[in-house]
């Protein structure tokens, strides 16, 4: 049972360029998320997919662009890459959307460096 | 929105000694708040939650208190351990967001 997986774990890109970061998750989870890992600022979520078919905004989306192909999978996409992007992405994913209380189930992240 | 502050930012005891995390949050409307700790090059993982209509959980070395008058919650481990070393997040949810404090860098010294 391989839970949240991503790809890749590491990239390095230059300012203006673009690319996508994959997750999908194999738990039939509903619900999944984009965070990014910043030294002292905790996780901060960029978006979420409540559910199959619908994408949401979340704390910090500026930048950053999701799709979700279908239950298992959740991309995210830089357009255009900026130095304040340098960070670690989390993929995770939730049995039930929100209010419920249902737990993260996170990948183990993407180390992006942009210089 | 969601506010949730955490301290301390860094914590050091004694193998055997208890540790205390204790986090804040603003939006009276959180209604389930979960504990994850962080190892070095992986993503964190739940160790304990609880929901707003229950004041303390335990499990095992861990517990986890819940003012809900105050708005804040608290992280206990008893008889730490070398292996408990790790980063700890507390967090909130309101809604479909998930909102982390900044973490807590818990060194455990043998």
């Known amino acids: 049972n391989a839970g949240v997986t991503q790809t890749p774990k590491f990239q390095v890109l230059k300012t203006g360029q673009s690319m996508t970061l994959q997750c999908a998750q194999d738990?039939?989870?509903?619900?999944m998320y984009w965070y990014r890992q910043d030294p002292g600022m905790g996780l901060r979520l960029i978006y979420y997919?409540?559910?199959?078919?619908?994408?949401d905004k979340g704390e910090v989306p500026n930048g950053y662009n999701v799709s979700r192909l279908n239950k298992r999978e959740f991309s995210l996409r830089l357009e255009s890459a900026a130095p304040s992007q340098t960070s670690v992405y989390f993929c995770a994913s939730s049995e039930i959307p929100g209010g419920f209380g249902s737990p993260l189930h996170f990948g183990n992240g993407t180390r992006l460096t942009v210089t | 929105g969601e506010n949730v502050e955490q301290h301390p930012s860094t914590l050091s005891v004694q193998e055997g000694d208890s540790a205390v995390i204790k986090c804040t949050y603003s939006d009276s409307a959180s209604n389930y708040f979960p504990w994850y700790k962080q190892e070095l090059g992986k993503g964190p993982q739940l160790i304990i939650d609880i929901r707003s209509n229950v004041g303390e959980k335990k499990d095992q070395r861990i517990a986890v208190t819940l003012n809900k008058t105050a708005k804040h919650f608290s992280l206990h481990i008893t008889e730490t351990q070398p292996e408990d070393s790790a980063v700890y997040f507390c967090?909130?949810?309101?809604?479909?967001?998930?909102?982390f404090g900044a973490g807590t860098r818990l060194f455990v010294k043998a």
């Open positions: 738990m039939n989870h509903n619900s």
């Open positions: 967090a909130a949810l309101q809604d479909f967001k998930t909102i």
């Open positions: 997919s409540a559910s199959e078919g619908t994408t």
